[in-house]
């Protein structure tokens, strides 16, 4: 059973963070909306899907960030199966 996150109140979190304007202020207000724990990891998996987009070993993945094998192949099954979007976000980061 799937939940489905197209909720209005996810359409306004969105748009909340399309109205940031600098690193700054994503740091001001993810630092609200989040946990220490809860940002890091985040920042964890996008690592983790840059490293394995590098193509990467996982060995190799979990010894630099401290991801365990569960999440980086979650990550590597978003990767390969998911809905491009880190994909999308790479390729705007690149130019």
Request: glycine share 4%; with cysteine.
């Amino acid at each position: 059973m799937s939940k489905n996150v197209r909720t209005e109140a996810v359409d306004q979190l969105f748009e909340a963070i399309l109205s940031l304007q600098s690193k700054e202020e994503c740091y001001l207000f993810f630092q609200d909306v989040c946990t220490v724990n809860e940002l890091l990891s985040l920042s964890q998996r996008f690592e983790v899907a840059k490293m394995l987009r590098d193509r990467k070993t996982y060995l190799e993945i979990a010894e630099k960030t401290g991801a365990s094998t569960a999440t980086i192949s979650r990550v590597n099954r978003s990767l390969n199966y998911g809905n491009d979007g880190y994909e999308m976000v790479f390729r705007r980061m690149e130019k």
